[in-house]
């Protein structure tokens, strides 16, 4: 027992760092873009068409990866159960690119991108590409190799850094240097723009495709209609629990676009996805929690402390995060070099944005008790409920207050999916979570952070490296405070063995 609990942890640990070194590398590409792209509108287009790619992606695997986890535990009927999707996904997949195709320039259109139908082909074989490479990627998990799966994961990532750092640095530079080059101007051109972002892309998820060709071929291809019904109807609510999950998290971007009464209702959705990506340490750190919870949490469940054990993570969950919080908005001036100067316009997201991320890994920590519980329909629901209010009040608050009421609304939306999935929870898996200590967190980091506001207004501080010195000798205020109220704690944790 105790060997398969070793491999268990491994293979958290090797899945858990490769998305977040995966994560890590693609947010390093948007300083990149930013700077580069100093026309927000054009970095709007990259935020819109990735929002489509996230929802479609959702769409064209329609809950296969989870079904082929499920029926692949009868060790008899594996094999087809792989096949069958492979041989599913492979059919919907290229029926769409090829549907994308063939009415290239009706959905460029209808996306408001009539000269770029380009951009619709391009983004069907990345979706198409992605959506079936899920499974193989699913497959490897499933026969426990994590580092095969990490490695083509990460060698995604790297040729797409590299290919953007091709398209967008290294060849501009040369036709600088040799404008003649017919070379350069073969591979090169200028034109194309924030497009090479998608093409870099493109190449990656087909140099991804190749890596995996081998476990592609080793099988013996049988479909399966009865067996694939069967997957179909176990699959169809994830579908839709997925769907819901993936509008909460990007249509904002997509309605910012169309209900913006603002003059270039791109560039909004440019600056507002720019400064989205600042909320980084927060996103990472609840990803990661997050990959490192569940299996944890679900090892606790037979304990006899175990409701002790969620309450006290819970704790030290939100502590983390808010300090994370006043980190980030006590150095904004020093972040928001992260992003161009022509997206800083939207810094005043950010704080609701990296609030809105704390909520959405308090609900990650609250989701335990209808997974032990086996009511993982209430887990539909409420994210249905968040995207129900994501569409609503993106709707409404959009054509008043642009991409601040977009963030309001991802606020507002995982405050409501926390506060529901708390009262359901207490309902029906009771844990004793201290919820006065922890709103005292929260309430206490974003008193931290006016606090500096105020300070630094009425000191009339004007220059960065005054207010950074005022904002560091606040932080460590903050943190004695921390420290102080957590003393016996922290020194019983430090001498626990």
Request: hydrophobic content about 50%; charged content about 10%.
């Amino acid at each position: 027992m105790s060997s398969s609990i070793k491999q268990l942890a491994g293979q958290t640990v090797v899945y858990g760092a490769t998305n977040i070194l995966s994560r890590l590398l693609n947010y390093l590409l948007v300083p990149l873009h930013t700077y580069i792209f100093a026309n927000a509108s054009q970095y709007g287009v990259v935020g819109e068409l990735y929002a489509w790619t996230s929802l479609f992606v959702v769409i064209l695997t329609y809950g296969m990866e989870t079904a082929f986890f499920n029926f692949s535990r009868d060790e008899e009927i594996k094999n087809k159960v792989y096949t069958t999707i492979v041989t599913s996904l492979l059919v919907t997949s290229t029926l769409f690119i090829v549907l994308c195709y063939c009415f290239k320039g009706n959905i460029a259109g209808w996306l408001k991108y009539p000269d770029h139908p380009e951009y619709v082909v391009w983004f069907s074989v990345i979706i198409g590409v992605d959506a079936l490479t899920s499974i193989f990627f699913a497959r490897l998990r499933h026969l426990n190799q994590a580092f095969r799966f990490a490695a083509v994961k990460i060698t995604n990532i790297v040729v797409n850094v590299l290919f953007n750092l091709f398209f967008l640095l290294l060849c501009p530079y040369l036709l600088t240097k040799n404008p003649d080059s017919s070379f350069i101007r073969t591979i090169y051109n200028p034109e194309i723009g924030v497009g090479y972002i998608f093409i870099a892309n493109l190449i990656a998820s087909v140099v991804t495709l190749l890596m995996l060709f081998p476990s592609i071929f080793k099988q013996k291809y049988v479909f399966d209609w009865t067996l694939w019904k069967k997957m179909f109807r176990y699959a169809f609510p994830l579908l839709i629990l997925g769907l819901a999950g993936i509008v909460n998290e990007t249509m904002d971007r997509v309605l910012l676009k169309y209900f913006s009464t603002q003059p270039d209702p791109q560039a909004s959705v440019g600056i507002y996805s720019a400064c989205y990506k600042i909320s980084i340490m927060m996103t990472i750190f609840v990803q990661a929690f997050k990959y490192a919870a569940e299996p944890f949490f679900f090892s606790k469940s037979k304990d006899k402390d175990a409701k002790d054990t969620y309450a006290e993570v819970m704790t030290a969950f939100v502590f983390v995060c808010s300090i994370i919080f006043v980190g980030i908005m006590l150095y904004i001036d020093i972040v928001q070099y992260f992003v161009g100067p022509a997206y800083r316009v939207g810094l005043p997201v950010v704080p609701i944005l990296l609030l809105a991320n704390l909520f959405l890994g308090i609900f990650y920590n609250l989701s335990i008790w209808y997974k032990l519980t086996g009511q993982t329909k209430y887990g539909a629901y409420i994210a249905l409920l968040g995207a129900v209010i994501t569409v609503g009040l993106n709707m409404l608050l959009i054509p008043r207050f642009d991409y601040m009421g977009a963030a309001w609304t991802t606020f507002v939306c995982y405050f409501v999916m926390m506060v529901v999935s708390y009262l359901l929870g207490q309902k029906y898996y009771h844990v004793d979570y201290n919820v006065k200590k922890v709103c005292f967190y929260i309430l206490l980091a974003v008193g931290v952070y006016f606090l500096s506001v105020l300070i630094n207004k009425g000191l009339h501080v004007t220059g960065m490296w005054v207010r950074i010195v005022v904002n560091t000798i606040i932080l460590v205020v903050y943190l004695g405070v921390l420290v102080l109220m957590n003393r016996n704690y922290l020194r019983a944790l430090i001498q626990r063995k």
